[in-house]
């Protein structure tokens, strides 16, 4: 299994804790943080932040590990992977706050999570992740991770009664460097 814990130079990506939901909840709450994550309620409230702590408490860190990503001991984000051993293949996602936006903070967490994946399971071939097809700030850090564009799946998942466009991307163990 993972680590339980990931140090990178600025952030601890450590399990999630109950104290969390004070975090969540103060960014989480932001309409423009959610902008492209379909299944987040608006408004967002406590009640909802609780259930999303309890849910990443309960997941099976051998097929779904996650992580709360924390700058100075305080939540400020989110990072997990989504393991598909049968196919060798492992899914990220993740979010942070927006005032941390731009500061390569999302960049900085999921290379650590990358590079402690790859060197995990030696039979992983593969990391995908994908957005929102106008959310251009997640398509530069997968870029920034050494993922490839693999392709747009046109009006894939119908999100507030909207259909969108998906970019999915994904890196090769081969194009992975540590």
Avoid: C
């Avoid at 051993?85 to 899914?91: L, M, R, S, Y």
């Avoid at 005032?99 to 290379?111: I, K, P, S, V």
């Amino acid at each position: 299994m993972l680590p339980d814990t990931i140090e990178t130079k600025r952030l601890l990506l450590r399990p999630y804790q109950l104290d969390d939901v004070e975090g969540i909840l103060a960014y989480a709450s932001d309409g423009e943080w959610a902008r492209y994550l379909p299944v987040v309620p608006n408004p967002y409230k406590r009640r909802d932040a609780e259930a999303f702590v309890a849910r990443q408490v309960l997941l099976d860190r051998a097929v779904h590990p996650s992580w709360a990503i924390t700058l100075e001991g305080s939540n400020v984000g989110g990072i997990n992977l989504r393991f598909s051993f049968e196919h060798a293949v492992g899914e990220m996602g993740w979010s942070l706050a927006r005032e941390l936006w731009n500061r390569g903070f999302m960049t900085e967490a999921a290379h650590a999570v990358m590079d402690v994946a790859f060197s995990t399971y030696s039979s992983l071939s593969r990391i995908r992740a994908m957005a929102d097809a106008r959310n251009r700030a997640s398509h530069r850090v997968m870029e920034k991770l050494g993922m490839t564009h693999e392709g747009t799946l046109r009006q894939n998942r119908l999100v507030k009664g909207e259909l969108i466009d998906e970019a999915w991307f994904g890196i090769l163990r081969p194009e992975w460097r540590t």
